[in-house]
């Protein structure tokens, strides 16, 4: 695990206040997500009643949107309930086959709180308020739930019962569980209408891979700690894209960025949703393999692999404009393009990454009606874990 300074300073940090309510989430924050979704289906469900709804008046005033949240809100959760359910299980799993030490059992420890025998990779709590962030967005409510994730997040290093990468890695693993079980439960067949080529696309893929393998490598020669850093970033950038995709459910678009981001939006079924998995898939590929030269062979791999893909496909499609092939538009050549242009990822993973490249393009090849380089970010990951 990656002692990381963030989580030194804040281990040595105390402050009374910050104490008591560090200690008051660190017993109520996971029962707190719980309530608030069993708050919100009573709420639905209350405001219905005729008799009633002359109790909700102070509800309307502070919440003015209220209607229109909670009709939203109602709807998704259970898929909500389902992902939460489902995150704190896999990360109850990923506890138990990837134990690693909390921060509060060596001797930095600063004596805040009894320090848990259980593994410290990644938060329970912080992985249960990230589902919030997902379940709010776009409402009136994703303020307040965001902010409330910012102080599970932080108390929990604060505490020292976890490190920065804990918390931003059950982050990750949370909203591509949220999302994945959304995709699911209420599968949207509506792609955005491409704006731009396939080309453009391909260049931003290829930017955007070169841009994450760029920060790594020259942080490599600049800190001690590229992959935290680098994992701030992403996280940063993650964010910032949750904001605006929050404001167009909201319909307070703004102009230029969301102009953008449509524009780039190729095959998505929402604003920047091809960005957003590649984001989670890069959080998840540096928290779990922790090694600089094995994470720039991943990120190649899938980066280089699917732009030389993409350049081979075909472009035939449906008389509807939809690809119905269980192979997408890919074709003998695109298959072989990936797999030879991925070949240079064996300088760091050597011959026996070569099995993992051509089953990366396997991967690539197939609709799996899930985002193929997020596919492939955690099929690399998982095999880096077990063979390397």
Known sequence: MINDPISLWLFYFHNSF??????FLDLFAVPIVFAFLFFIIVLSYWRQGI???????????????????????????????????LTIAVVQFIKLVYPQDRPCVSEIYTDKIECPSTSSFPSTHTASAASLIMFTLGTSLFIPSFIFYLFVAFSRVYLGVHFLLDVIVASSVS????LLVNLFLNPSKTKIAP???????GFLHLSFGLFIMSILMVLSFFSLYPIIITMLVLMLVLFVLLFFLHLDFKDKKHPVIHSIIDFVSIRDTF????????????????????????????LYIVTIGDVASAAFSSSKTSSKGINESVFKN???FSFAAFVIFSLPSLIFLGLNGIWMIILAAVIESID???NDNFLILLFLTLSLLLFY
């Open 18 to 23: 910050l104490t008591y309510l560090s200690r």
């Open 271 to 298: 604003p920047g949703e091809s960005a957003i998995w590649f984001i989670l898939g890069s959080i998840i590929l540096l928290g779990f393999v922790q090694d600089i030269n094995l994470s720039i062979a991943a």
């Open 330 to 332: 890919k074709n003998i």
């Open 51 to 85: 008799k009633l709804r002359s109790s909700l008046s102070l509800f309307s005033k502070v919440w003015p949107d209220m209607k229109k949240d909670l009709d939203l809100l109602k709807k998704r959760a259970f898929v909500f309930l389902i992902a939460l359910l």
């Open 175 to 178: 909203i591509s569980i949220y």
């Open 195 to 201: 704006k731009s080529s396939n080309i453009f696309r």
């Open 368 to 370: 799996l009606k899930v």
